[in-house]
């Protein structure tokens, strides 16, 4: 079977089964399921809230929020207009999660509001090994704190994620990027001396040069390194405020003995960072190796129209780059569950009696399976395998006069005859017994 429609490049189906495209392995939907559970208990342990939020925003929050220079807004954006409104497609869910926080006063709730969520995003970036046009984030926005605890537990959640599923090679680096005063003063020493070389820049660096020359610092070009390695450095024009949070925050990091890398040249590409930035990389991921990255972002929520400041820290960490770390780890995946029972039928009276019989025991809460294409026994019982069932029945019209059939164990072929009245309870017996 076949059609002439295609996916959107960048973007990928979640199938039942895991499949190659492009070299890189999609996981199944169980597994993505069981991954995303994995999070949530991870989250729920951190004494994490899940929120969820459309995928789509008005332009103008997502612009203000991340900031009209940098990549995301000018050219990776997904928009469209309708009835004189301009929407975005989610590029990212902390602009989002923060314009929902003040929308619904979540601060009245008291304390620190302790927020995840797991979801799609959208980008127009070129599509290659770990990176999508629709990809999946998962994050947690800590916010209404200023403390450095907060900083400290935020980086030891992102941590703890990756060790729930055996993630150890990686590399955290972090940085403080002060107030955005210590910014400006940066950004125009930066400016000032990367001038002399304007003509040695690639164009990319040139048009940031005007544009945001923060962004320069994350280049992967060799001669531009070189050029960058006199080149006046972020902290020294960091506020001592910032700096003493920083040292606070890297105390705490240690209390917890999480081990960093201090990166003055790590910026972030979103304009909303202050102080506390980082990084969580791996290095078996190739071009793409950034697994997760957050940092403070203070003065997103007045950007956004809010009348009191509200201290806030978070990390964004992608799925797709998580499942590629998982499998360069080497780690296993959770199998999927196959059916508790699957039941073949030969002729049309037990077809009958199976088809009311499968949706009896379903409301019983076991996962039975059937056939819906009356095959032939065979094609039946290959089809109670490939559904790595647990039991198999086969019902014809000798085991409904009997009122009892033979239950088979698919794994170890064990077969023992069951009253039909006892094939739940013997079915849960059996599993439990198993599961001992
Ligand atoms: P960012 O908001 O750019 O810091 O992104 C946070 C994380 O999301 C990154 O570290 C990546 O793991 C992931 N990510 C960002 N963009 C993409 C993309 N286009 N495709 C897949 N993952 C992405």
Same mark, same amino acid.
């Given at each position: 079977?076949?059609?002439?429609?295609?996916?959107?490049?960048?973007?990928?189906?979640?199938?039942?089964?895991?499949?190659?495209?492009?070299?890189?392995?999609?996981?199944?939907?169980?597994?993505?399921?069981?991954?995303?559970?994995?999070?949530?208990?991870?989250?729920?342990?951190?004494?994490?809230?899940?929120?969820?939020?459309?995928?789509?925003?008005?332009?103008?929050?997502?612009?203000?929020?991340?900031?009209?220079?940098?990549?995301?807004?000018?050219?990776?954006?997904?928009?469209?207009?309708?009835?004189?409104?301009?929407?975005?497609?989610?590029?990212?869910?902390?602009?989002?999660?923060?314009?929902?926080?003040?929308?619904?006063?979540?601060?009245?709730?008291?304390?620190?509001?302790?927020?995840?969520?797991?979801?799609?995003?959208?980008?127009?970036?070129?599509?290659?090994?770990?990176?999508?046009?629709?990809?999946?984030?998962?994050?947690?926005?800590?916010?209404?704190?200023?403390?450095?605890?907060?900083?400290?537990?935020?980086?030891?959640?992102?941590?703890?994620?990756?060790?729930?599923?055996?993630?150890?090679? &990686?590399?955290?680096?972090?940085?403080?990027?002060?107030?955005?005063?210590?910014?400006?003063?940066?950004?125009?020493?930066?400016?000032?001396?990367?001038?002399?070389?304007?003509?040695?820049?690639?164009?990319?660096?040139?048009?940031?040069?005007?544009?945001?020359?923060?962004?320069?610092?994350?280049?992967?070009?060799?001669?531009?390194?070189?050029?960058?390695?006199?080149?006046?450095?972020?902290?020294?024009?960091?506020?001592?405020?910032?700096?003493?949070?920083?040292?606070?925050?890297?105390?705490?990091?240690?209390?917890?003995?999480?081990?960093?890398?201090?990166?003055?040249?790590?910026?972030?590409?979103?304009?909303?960072?202050?102080?506390?930035?980082?990084?969580?990389?791996?290095?078996?991921?190739?071009?793409?190796?950034?697994?997760?990255?957050?940092?403070?972002?203070?003065?997103?929520?007045?950007?956004?129209?809010?009348?009191?400041?509200?201290?806030?820290?978070?990390?964004?960490?992608?799925?797709?780059?998580?499942?590629?770390?998982?499998?360069?780890?080497?780690?296993?995946?959770?199998?999927?569950?196959?059916?508790?029972?699957?039941?073949?039928?030969?002729?049309?009276?037990?077809?009958?009696?199976?088809?009311?019989?499968?949706?009896?025991?379903?409301?019983?809460?076991?996962?039975?399976?059937?056939?819906?294409?009356?095959?032939?026994?065979?094609?039946?019982?290959?089809?109670?395998?490939?559904?790595?069932?647990?039991?198999?029945?086969?019902?014809?019209?000798?085991?409904?006069?009997?009122?009892?059939?033979?239950?088979?164990?698919?794994?170890?072929?064990?077969?023992?005859?069951?009253?039909?009245?006892?094939?739940?309870?013997?079915?849960?017996?059996? &599993?439990?017994?198993?599961?001992?």
């Amino acid at each position: 079977m076949s059609t002439s429609f295609q996916n959107i490049k960048g973007t990928f189906d979640i199938l039942p089964d895991a499949y190659t495209d492009g070299g890189t392995r999609i996981a199944s939907s169980a597994e993505w399921h069981a991954v995303e559970e994995t999070i949530r208990d991870v989250m729920h342990r951190h004494n994490l809230e899940e929120i969820r939020t459309p995928i789509f925003e008005p332009t103008e929050l997502v612009a203000r929020g991340i900031g009209q220079m940098t990549d995301i807004v000018s050219k990776e954006m997904f928009a469209f207009e309708r009835s004189g409104t301009n929407y975005v497609l989610r590029p990212e869910i902390t602009a989002p999660v923060m314009r929902s926080f003040l929308q619904h006063h979540l601060e009245q709730r008291g304390g620190v509001q302790k927020l995840f969520y797991i979801g799609p995003c959208f980008r127009a970036e070129q599509p290659q090994k770990g990176r999508y046009r629709q990809f999946h984030q998962f994050g947690v926005e800590v916010i209404g704190a200023d403390d450095a605890r907060a900083d400290a537990e935020t980086i030891a959640i992102m941590m703890s994620v990756y060790r729930a599923f055996g993630v150890d090679n &990686t590399t955290l680096r972090i940085n403080t990027l002060g107030m955005p005063e210590a910014r400006a003063k940066f950004v125009n020493a930066l400016r000032e001396y990367l001038e002399p070389y304007e003509d040695d820049l690639s164009e990319t660096s040139r048009r940031r040069l005007a544009k945001n020359p923060l962004r320069i610092l994350d280049t992967k070009l060799d001669y531009e390194q070189e050029i960058l390695a006199d080149a006046p450095v972020l902290t020294e024009f960091v506020e001592d405020e910032s700096r003493e949070h920083y040292v606070q925050v890297k105390t705490y990091l240690d209390e917890l003995d999480i081990d960093y890398d201090e990166d003055p040249l790590l910026v972030r590409g979103l304009d909303y960072y202050t102080r506390t930035a980082f990084e969580l990389e791996s290095p078996d991921l190739g071009a793409q190796s950034a697994l997760a990255g957050g940092g403070r972002y203070d003065l997103l929520a007045e950007e956004i129209g809010s009348k009191q400041p509200v201290p806030s820290i978070g990390f964004a960490a992608g799925m797709e780059r998580l499942f590629l770390a998982i499998e360069a780890a080497g780690n296993d995946l959770p199998e999927p569950e196959g059916a508790d029972l699957f039941f073949a039928s030969l002729g049309e009276e037990a077809e009958h009696w199976v088809f009311q019989t499968v949706h009896r025991l379903r409301g019983e809460g076991l996962h039975v399976a059937h056939d819906l294409k009356g095959r032939s026994l065979k094609s039946q019982m290959k089809e109670a395998n490939r559904q790595n069932a647990t039991y198999a029945i086969i019902i014809g019209g000798n085991e409904l006069e009997a009122g009892a059939a033979q239950i088979k164990h698919m794994a170890s072929g064990e077969q023992v005859e069951v009253p039909f009245d006892r094939i739940v309870d013997y079915v849960r017996d059996e &599993t439990a017994n198993v599961e001992e």
